[in-house]
T-cell receptor, first 115, second 114 residues
Framework: AQSVTQLGSHVSVSEGALVLLRCNYSSSVPPYLFWYVQYPNQGLQLLLKYTTGATLVKGINGFEAEFKKSETSFHLTKPSAHMSDAAEYFCAVSDLKAAGNKLTFGGGTRVLVKP | EAGVTQSPTHLIKTRGQQATLRCSPISGHTSVYWYQQALGLGLQFLLWYDEGEERNRGNFPPRFSGRQFPNYSSELNVNALELEDSALYLC?????????????FGPGTRLTVL
């Protein structure tokens, strides 16, 4: 079974500082990995995804993530936090269609941006 | 292009009642997924419908059920509501023959059970 662990349920950063959100996964097959963002009282919006190929993936709003197979990690970063980045972030791994096709999510990390 | 839509936005029910939640996928998408986001429990997979058939369900009791219509829209039904069913219910869709299972989410329906 696949699983996702996000270290830190809450992260506080200053505006302009680096944002680093950690995600580790377990999967018996090459994974498809995703980061989603959820703003208050809204659904999930895809930030970026890793499928195959280049391990450094760039997404929307200046976010990027690096797939490291040896570390089973897919950490999300943004060089300079903006107040609008305050939200909850979810890392997810995709199951294979034959195994049920669901996304397995981490517990989420809530980001607070201080002025 | 319109995104995934869900209705109603909010739903208030009492214990023992039934709730019906609706989802319309993105045009051209044939698979619909339902997830429950309950406080403290994170995002839990509920159901997957593809081409009108239930393909997979998560670890939820049978009183959670649904269906997918010929136009690929979907309903989630929750019978005999319990207080712990209070949650945000999210619907997602993927296109036909999606290779990477990138799911597009709707805004959710917040169900409150009193």
């Amino acid at each position: 079974a696949q699983s996702v662990t996000q270290l830190g349920s809450h992260v506080s950063v200053s505006e302009g500082a680096l944002v680093l959100l950690r995600c580790n996964y377990s999967s018996s097959v090459p994974p498809y990995l995703f980061w989603y963002v959820q703003y208050p009282n809204q659904g999930l919006q895809l930030l970026l995804k890793y499928t195959t190929g280049a391990t450094l993936v760039k997404g929307i709003n200046g976010f990027e993530a690096e797939f490291k197979k040896s570390e089973t990690s897919f950490h999300l970063t943004k060089p300079s936090a903006h107040m609008s980045d305050a939200a909850e972030y979810f890392c997810a791994v995709s199951d294979l269609k034959a195994a049920g096709n669901k996304l397995t999510f981490g517990g989420g990390t809530r980001v607070l941006v201080k002025p | 292009e319109a995104g995934v839509t869900q209705s109603p936005t909010h739903l208030i029910k009492t214990r023992g009642q039934q709730a019906t939640l609706r989802c319309s996928p993105i045009s051209g998408h044939t698979s619909v997924y339902w997830y429950q986001q309950a406080l403290g429990l994170g995002l839990q997979f509920l159901l997957w419908y593809d081409e009108g058939e239930e393909r997979n369900r998560g670890n939820f009791p049978p009183r959670f059920s649904g269906r997918q219509f010929p136009n690929y829209s979907s309903e989630l039904n929750v019978n005999a509501l319990e207080l712990e069913d209070s949650a945000l219910y999210l619907c997602a869709s993927t296109p036909r023959r999606s290779s990477y299972n990138e799911q597009f989410f709707g805004p959710g329906t917040r169900l409150t059970v009193l």
